[in-house]
């Protein structure tokens, strides 16, 4: 049990229980009992995952990964969400054949030992690669907890310190939906290894990161400064007016990095037990602040596929934090999600 404080969240109690990455065991049942009833969207939702490729993928493990390889890191990055997806349906339908499935591509990365890049000395693609794997192999790995061998437990774990700790206690200086990611990479698999200390460490980022990336107006003039991050004005890609609700990267790309950050950003609050009315206040800002052409000097929209561009709005929905905030977010969500973003 400890007792934490993030800026501007309240004081709160938590526990490292099992299952604690991403979902508790209350909430799994919850939407078990949902996908047997036939109740929507859980149950389409449901379907849909049985028949995706994600249900049949084939590992791809190895000793040593490339992150700046695109040929070896997508292929790794579906793994992770491969595993996670069969973690769920294993947790939703009782059928060990998922689970099966999911230890194989689990247990074909155990003798990974290094993540690398080949992008040169100053690149930081390995830190992005291992928080992109380690926030989802962190909570598939979590899922299957009661289900695994003492032994493959104890294997996951050990490769988790060796490959990904080195990577994911290294704190990016890229833009900050870096490291937000690796911090829901940590924490996840800080739940998974029973590692107090590295948990308390992500607690130390996160309250660093969140208002070096979400500016509220109440914080000041500017953002708080970050490592990597000093010039705001510059880092923040010149936005022509500081108003809440502003992401680090809005100004940049609203619908493609800012929208990965929003995804971390508010799995953490949860898996760390905390009520966070933080992330739903920034939320509040972000879903119902139009993008006009007054606030960011030049910006750069890009659209990504389903999984990339979906999932931030979706968790932000469908996780019981932001029922109050999600009105815009509800029907941009709703008219996006069987297809790419534009």
Known sequence: MRVVQLAGCFTSVVALSHPGALESQAELDFVKAKIEAGEQPWAEWFEK???????????????SLDGGDDGQANPAGEDASASYVLALL?????????????????????????ITTSRGEYDQQNLLQA??????????????????????????????????YPLLKRMSTWNGN???TQIDAMMS????????????????????????????????????PID???????????????????????????GHHAQYALGSACMLPRLLGIRGWTCLQIMRSVSRQPLNSWLCSSIQVRCRALARTIRPRETGM???RL???????????????HGPCC
């Open 178 to 180: 870096v490291d937000l």
């Open 90 to 114: 294993y947790q939703y339908s009782g059928e060990t054949d998922y689970a099966d499935r999911a230890m194989k591509i689990l247990n074909s990365w155990a003798g990974l030992e290094e």
């Open 318 to 320: 469908t996780r019981g």
């Open 49 to 63: 995952a049985k028949s995706s490729g994600y249900a049949t993928q084939s590992p791809h493990g190895t000793t």
């Open 323 to 337: 029922a109050t905030a999600t009105t815009t977010t509800s029907r941009i969500t709703s008219s996006r999600r």
């Open 189 to 224: 698999i800080a739940v998974f290894n029973d590692d107090d200390e590295l948990f308390q460490e992500g607690i130390v980022r996160l309250k660093a990161r969140m208002p070096a990336y979400f500016y509220l107006e109440s914080d000041g003039p500017t953002p708080a």
């Open 228 to 254: 990597g991050c000093e010039d705001a004005q510059q880092c923040w890609a010149n936005p022509t007016k500081w108003i809440s609700g502003l992401t680090q990267e809005t100004c940049r790309d609203n």
């Open 131 to 164: 928080g992109w794997m380690g926030a989802e192999f962190g909570p598939a790995a979590e899922l299957l907890r009661s289900y695994m061998s003492d032994a493959d437990r104890a294997s996951l774990q050990a490769m988790f310190k060796k490959a990904f």
